[in-house]
């Protein structure tokens, strides 16, 4: 397959899953993930695709989001190892707000029955895997509530969670970088994500390597503004370094 060739379907794939990565491109077309990299930058140069960190989402789609059970599916295995990480940071007998995400949702079916907490959440996919804990003080936030995310966003959360200070939050995110910060898809969405930052006293990210240097449309915060970063291997360590030389610790699950 001739490189215009292989670029147009690289196109094509992108516009149809939202992204394409290096390696699985690589895999697919057979060739090196050098070249593939060439692809990316010459559809990038036509303005065709945008370049993140590890691949390319089509041009137009920061504010592409896809369905939730689809982004459950994506690094399932280190979303979970993720997770396991994240119960060494639930502090005992205290209380958290678990936001919502995939990665979070997970730490929620992780938590031990036996666990006393007090837990506030926005999202009906955790609450629903915490509702059954018999020491677990659930508070649900109500509002508006998003198909795509099932999670409740608009003037509600947001006045719910004005009025909690919680030990720790356990922020999700569509996208991550030094540079960008901490970016979402949907406005509505990343005003709840900055109110549930400033309602905790110490702010835990989990978010899988796959998301580092991707960019979305709504900025919600910055790399600074968080604690602790869980996520995975993928992450190298010269970027973990880097992220750390701006104040936030990382582990790589």
């Known amino acids: 397959m001739y490189a215009p060739e292989r670029q147009q379907e690289i196109l094509r794939i992108a516009q149809e899953s939202g992204r394409v990565d290096v390696l699985s491109l690589a895999e697919e077309f057979q060739v090196t993930a050098e070249t593939v990299r060439r692809d990316l930058k010459a559809l990038d140069r036509a303005g065709l695709l945008r370049r993140v960190h590890g691949g390319a989402i089509p041009v137009g789609r920061l504010d592409f989001e896809p369905d939730l059970a689809e982004r459950d599916a994506v690094a399932a295995d280190e979303k979970d190892r993720i997770a396991q990480a994240a119960l060494a940071e639930l502090p005992a007998d205290g209380n ?56 409740a966003v608009d003037a509600w959360a947001l006045g719910s969670y004005a009025e909690i200070n919680a030990d720790v939050v356990f922020l999700a995110t569509n996208g991550f970088s030094t540079d960008s910060g901490l970016t979402t898809p949907d406005l509505a969405e990343a005003a709840v994500k900055r109110a549930v930052i400033r309602a905790a006293r110490r702010v835990v990210l989990l978010a899988d390597s796959g998301k580092f240097g991707q960019e979305h449309f709504a900025r919600f915060g910055d790399l600074t503004e968080v604690d602790l970063l869980i996520t995975d291997t993928g992450l190298s360590p010269d970027d973990a370094r880097s992220i750390e ?4 610790e990382v582990v790589r699950a």
């Open 96 to 151: 958290v707000i678990v936001d919502a995400g995939t990665t979070t949702a997970r730490l929620a079916a992780a938590v031990p029955v036996d666990a006393t907490l007090t837990v506030v959440t926005h999202a009906l996919p955790v609450a629903a895997r915490l509702a059954d804990h018999p020491g677990i003080a659930l508070h649900l936030v109500g509002g508006r509530v998003r198909h795509r995310t099932r999670a």
């Open 245 to 248: 030389s701006r104040g936030t």
